[in-house]
């Protein structure tokens, strides 16, 4: 019978603007959008007071399905997508097995269709088994559906490999997302080399680990003249070698997570395991430099790099913990807190963030609202204040830096293909 949210204020964020509007869905697109349009017996939803914007894309996920079902899974994963207002998101392929096949690209793909909350996207590994040695078949895996390469969790170690895999993804129009830290200098350990790495008395990751990495892989897409997108930006270096790169015409995006423009290394000593992820929280310098690099646009997009682990997994001592934090169910609110609220960006600047130029460095037609186009899309209020709590999430995972933080900005609604996947109070 077809919805028709009334009075919401529709953020277009290809022009960043937001208008009062009404939009209305009908068989899984929006059929109208425009001020005052009249119900014809469909279901109204009041949307007086808030913002709607198309549905997010993250385009950074680790949803564990296959193998690792028991930190996530397809279903709980894209559950906690809807929660958090997104429509699309991308998996990573370091499951068990890894996504290197076009079965496994097929597995998401299917799993996500028949029992998703959302668009569940496979990124297909780039070398076998994320070992590092032989190049997955790049053009099986897109023919099968892959939308980009990665081999996240670990950084592609060879520079001949990553060579290869920039040239065989260039063939395809598709991205190579790099995961930047020389391997052998940051070893398993738990957190940034520092202040806080010496307090503790541990090993760290020192910020030149990912510098290296990043000025690596600059120069292989140079010389290339393929797309590198680099994953989880952390370090001041990092963003000033992107912004040096763009100006000089590489073909680069970049992303960052809500963690590394809100919080230090400062984090571990009040939240140990909590605050435990690669790259680590680092330090104020840098922190202010990935949020001013958000703000200049080097840092395009910001996603989750949602990183479900268990309670028992979590627990171990800080060496010994996974890496990893949740951030589906908390993303759109600690940007609401971080980047709206103090006045650094606007709401639609931020959701163009969120959805459209994600989408785009993807190649997706999403993170867009259009008559006739696929009505996948959310409301949000951005002043409501709430605490987080990680036992209401949808997701498996309840590892979250923000336990017990309270955020501003709550997610309402969000459809996907014109359905509902999430909805409370309104
Ligand atoms: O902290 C992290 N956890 N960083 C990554 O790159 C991978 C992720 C995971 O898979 O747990």
Redesign the pocket.
């Known amino acids: 019978m077809g919805i028709l949210l009334k009075n919401a204020f529709v953020i277009d964020p290809i022009a960043a603007t937001a208008a009062p509007m009404d939009l209305l869905v009908e068989d899984g697109v929006i059929s109208a959008l425009a001020a005052g349009i009249a119900a014809k017996g469909h279901e109204i939803i009041d949307c007086t007071g808030l913002y709607l914007a198309p549905g997010l894309v993250d385009m950074h996920v ?1 949803f564990r399905d296959p193998g690792l079902t028991y930190k996530e899974d397809i279903i709980t994963g894209s559950a906690a997508a809807a929660a958090g207002g997104f429509t699309t998101v991308a998996c ?1 392929p ?1 499951t068990k097995p890894v996504l290197d096949t076009p079965d496994q690209m097929e597995y998401v793909l299917e799993k996500g269709k028949n029992q998703g909350f959302c668009h569940v996207l496979p990124i297909g590994a780039v070398t076998v088994g994320q070992q590092g040695k032989t190049l997955t078949d790049f053009p099986a895996l897109s023919q099968a559906g892959a939308v980009a390469f990665s081999d ?2 670990v950084p592609v170690t060879s520079a001949v490999r990553m060579r290869d895999a920039l040239n065989a993804a260039k063939e395809l129009h598709k991205i190579v997302i790099s ?1 930047c830290e020389d391997g052998e200098m940051v070893k398993n350990y738990a957190v940034n080399e520092g202040e806080v790495s010496r307090q503790l008395g541990l090993p760290g990751r020192p910020a030149i680990a990912e510098d290296l990495m990043v000025a690596r892989d600059l120069m292989l897409a140079k010389e290339t003249g393929a797309h590198v997108h680099i ?2 930006v952390s370090t001041r270096g990092s963003a000033q070698l992107i912004r040096q790169a763009k100006q000089d015409g590489v073909s680069v995006t970049a992303e960052t997570c809500p963690q590394y423009f809100i919080y230090t290394e400062q984090e571990i000593l009040k939240k140990g395991t909590m605050a ?4 680590p929280l680092r330090t104020e310098e840098d922190r202010d430099a990935i949020l001013a690099a958000v703000l200049d646009g080097t840092l395009d997009c910001i996603v989750t ?1 949602h ?1 479900p ?1 268990s309670a028992e997994e979590k627990a171990r001592p800080l060496p010994d913990a ?4 949740v951030g589906l169910e908390t993303s759109l609110a600690a940007c609401l807190s971080y980047l709206v609220k103090p006045g650094y960006l606007t709401v639609p600047k931020l959701i163009r963030k969120m959805s459209v130029i994600p989408a785009a460095i993807l190649g997706l037609d999403a993170g867009t609202l259009r008559v006739g186009g696929a009505a996948d899309l959310c409301v949000f209020d951005a002043e409501e204040q709430w605490t987080v709590d990680p036992q209401q999430f949808r997701s498996k995972g309840r590892n979250t830096v923000f336990a017990g933080d309270t955020l501003t900005g709550k997610v309402k609604l969000t459809l996907c293909g014109g359905k509902i996947t999430h909805r409370e109070d309104i």
Do not use: C, I, L, Q
């Open positions: 680790h990573m370091n996240d969790g995961h994953a989880h435990r992820v690669n790259p790099d990183a682990h996974p890496s990893g934090m």
